[in-house]
């Protein structure tokens, strides 16, 4: 018998991983993942300024620890800070750290053997003891908050994991878990799907804003790095640390569209109709913020939302084409999912930065939640309910021949 006719030897059942040993090493490789990407730069800073004055006393240990307590910021938490004669608090979660834990959740659950329910219970297990054990040992400042860290920090890793775990085809359970919702109750997935359009037109249009506040505040952000006068690499430490928060300065924007604007610190307010600044910390992406009273002409900002719920509603309008009344609810709902989206969204942006003045930044995510959802509701009903009979009304368009189900218009999509 020649070499390459002899049988391969029997797979080993004991080389042979178990489910829930595996997704405990995602979550500990996804922790330690998003732990890296904080933690490093926080040492490069202080690497690239060691021979500044400010830095006597203060070690790379030191860099390492304010890092690891920003992790924890960034997952819910909050870290003690002494200024002078004032203690104060900082929880503005810098949302950047946020979605390096999620992208890394869902990249490394994409890869593993796990799946389902394995992936995610102990795969968010594994991260919520890599952060217990980074939080005592290493996140002094942000120690106290670690207990209350812990559930904003599984919901988040969970969410990443089941992204990462929807993406498989051969182990898609949460997929088929949803499967009845498209067949059983038409209206919610097609007001999931309009909820989905509205915030992605809402989020395009709160990224060209932040883009032309970047245009208009450029000088601004140069003159705070040149302030620090600290080298290339220092500067582009600085700037991939301001970069963390530009999630959170899409969410202000968000509630600057919607109309109730934003602060970045007490007396101050930013908003469609005024600009109202302050003192603010030696951020650069805070240069970014607009310094003047706007024109007159940005009031026509907040008819966004409305023209996002617009579109949704009349791509609601051809997914159901059945009654008017499965219109409406769809429409109402989709504007009910896209508003509590911005709110939860502008609640996590949003928290203190500081003692003083400082302690209130971002917006009330109640009042810019239910704005937007108002505002969502007239444009979806007008796109679901009246334009679209009204045009047959007037000629305008060929009369659609109605769906058999509901079903097969989603299906057809």
């Known amino acids: 018998m020649t070499a390459s006719s002899q049988p391969l030897p029997a797979t080993r059942p004991d080389l042979v991983i178990q489910p829930w040993l595996a997704g405990l090493l995602v979550g500990v490789q996804a922790a330690l993942l998003s732990w890296v990407c904080v933690v490093v730069p926080a040492v490069a800073a202080f690497v690239a300024t060691a021979e500044s004055r400010v830095n006597d006393g203060f070690s790379w240990l030191d860099a390492s620890k304010v890092g690891s307590s920003l992790w924890l910021v960034g997952h819910g938490g909050w870290a003690t800070m002494d200024s002078g004669d004032r203690a104060g608090v900082v929880s503005l979660a810098p949302l950047g750290v946020l979605l390096i834990s999620v992208l890394a959740c869902k990249v490394l659950s994409r890869v593993s053997v796990a799946s389902n329910w394995w992936l995610v219970g102990f795969g968010t297990l594994g991260y919520l003891a890599v952060m217990a054990v980074l939080g005592v040992v290493l996140a002094s400042q942000a120690r106290a908050s670690l207990v209350s860290t812990l559930i904003p920090a599984a919901l988040v890793v969970a969410a990443g994991l089941m992204w990462g775990n929807a993406s498989k085809p051969e182990a898609n359970l949460f997929g088929r878990l949803a499967e009845p919702t498209r067949t059983t109750t038409p209206e919610l997935a097609a007001a999931g799907r309009g909820a989905g359009l509205a915030l992605t037109v809402m989020t395009a249009a709160a990224a060209a804003l ?18 620090y006068q600290i080298d290339a690499l220092g500067g582009a430490i600085l700037v991939l640390l301001s970069l963390a928060l530009v999630p959170n300065l899409l969410a202000y924007s968000l509630a600057y569209l919607a109309g109730p604007g934003f602060q970045v610190g007490t007396d101050t307010a930013f908003s469609v109709g005024t600009t109202q600044g302050g003192p603010t910390p030696a951020l650069p992406i805070l240069g970014l913020l607009p310094q003047s009273d706007p024109p007159p002409a940005t009031r026509l900002l907040v008819l966004i ?19 008017w009344w499965r219109e409406g609810l769809a429409a109402l709902a989709a504007a009910g999912l896209g508003g509590g989206a911005v709110g939860v969204v502008v609640v996590l942006a949003s928290g203190a930065l500081g003692p003083g003045r400082m302690s209130q930044v971002g917006a009330s ?12 509701a007239i444009g979806a009903l007008l796109g679901s309910l009246i334009l679209p009979r009204l045009g047959k ?9 109605p769906a058999t189900s509901a079903v097969a218009e989603l299906e057809a999509v």
Not at 393 to 401: D, I, Q, S, V
């Open 210 to 227: 932040v883009l032309a506040w970047s245009i208009g505040g450029r000088q601004d952000f140069g003159t705070i790095l040149e302030a």
């Open 305 to 323: 939302p409305v023209a996002a719920g617009l579109l949704a509603g009349w791509m609601i309008h051809r997914w159901l084409a059945g009654r």
């Open 365 to 376: 995510g109640m009042t810019v939640g239910l704005v937007v959802g108002l505002e969502l």
């Open 393 to 401: 009304m007037l000629g305008f368009g060929r009369a659609r021949e």
